[in-house]
């Protein structure tokens, strides 16, 4: 049955909208009021009745990049089929064929969404919420990754997609016009001095140019790892926004450079396309193979212009004999920092037992955790200093 076209949104459709945008905001589509005042002008329109012209029209409102398509459309389905006024509409009128597809990457976020969601809350309930948000942050700084629930993990993913890399400068050979440089520029000051016939000479002056460092991580995707790696790929993700010189490399049995699959702007959909390029995820480790692959094939690409290299890994080789050792040696020399993150390490009586462990550790700059929170944000305390010494071991636990 269709609704009059002329009638404006009842209050129970005004409610639906603003809680439809509400959690198009938390899934991250960015909403503003207006958007929102826009889709209830719309909707008086349209038949309401039309489920077809009601998606397009609410696309057309809150939809502003092609990538949020997809998202709006699972959120489009989850949320009208829970919606009493709309049931009527969802078995009748079929939605759009780009609607129809194999649910998106982001459906899990989209879902987790709508659960946080509310129609009606009261402050008093969201200053309560709001006392025990900070409280559980507090506690998933320390909290390990395997042990986290998976709304913990839905948590400690937002918090890790708001992370910000330092921009750690490296001085290059070139160089640029700067006023308070350090070398004569000879040809811009000359060519000035003509103007005045050389009566009045203005010094001009050369600095080095700094670029950000490239960074490079190779992380280990064996059975052990998976979790921890997957969270870190979350924080690689939200720096290549700003860093343009990330690479990324997965291996477990065989070595896969997933750089241009991490660049989708959504996360979701660019994990869901780091797994499915590779064919070993969480199966064996095979450190000594995939490091030989990385160092024939793309060392001289992405190792150049001073590369800081962050290798993810428990170190548990199957097969550790010396060719690791001689493997890690090449990589070390090859790049400006090695910095080796173990989640091993969260265990205090930690010592390094294992003989995979044995080999690689002389070739490391730096040994540090990385299975919560805090080691994360250790890390980034670490390359915001571009200061420490070359071929030094240095190990810190958080």
Known sequence: MAIDHLNPPTGQMADNVIGFARALRVAGIPVGPGAVIDAMNALQLIEIGNRSEV?????????????????????????????????????SVPLPDHAKKKPPAAARRVQEAFSQTRMTE?????????????????????????????????????????????????????????????????????????????????????????????????????????????????????????????????????????????????????????????????????????????????????????????LISDGLEREADARLAFEMDRLHRSCRRLIWLNPLLRYGGFEPKAQGIKMMLPHVDEFRPVHNLKSIEGLIEALSSMAQPHHSLLRSVA
């Open 122 to 310: 009261t402050p008093q309930t969201q200053a309560d919420e709001l006392r025990l948000s900070v409280s559980d942050k507090e506690i998933l700084q320390k909290k390990d990754f395997a042990q986290m629930t998976a709304a913990e993990i839905a948590e400690v993913t937002r918090a890790i997609a708001n992370m910000k890399l330092p921009q750690a400068e490296l001085r290059t050979r070139r160089y640029r016009p700067d006023a308070r440089g350090l070398k004569l520029d000879m040809r811009r000051t000359l060519r000035g001095s003509l103007r005045t016939g050389g009566d009045i000479i203005d010094i001009r002056r050369l600095g080095r140019i700094d670029k950000p460092a490239p960074i490079v991580a190779l992380l280990d995707i064996s059975g052990s790892m998976s979790e921890y790696t997957r969270l870190f790929l979350h924080f690689l993700h939200a720096i290549t926004d700003a860093r343009k010189r990330v690479s990324v490399f997965l291996f477990g049995t065989r070595l896969t450079n997933v750089t241009r699959s991490l660049r989708a702007r959504d996360p979701d959909e660019a994990l869901a396309s780091c797994s499915a390029a590779v064919e070993d995820w969480a199966g064996g480790t095979r450190i000594a193979s995939s490091l030989h692959a990385f160092n024939k094939r793309w060392g001289r690409r992405v190792l150049g212009q001073g590369a800081i290299v962050l």
């Open 55 to 91: 998606f397009t029209a609410l696309e057309a409102i809150f939809v502003k990049r092609h990538e949020h398509a997809l998202i709006f459309a699972q959120a489009f389905d989850l949320f009208f089929r829970a919606a009493d006024e709309w049931k009527h509409m969802l078995d």
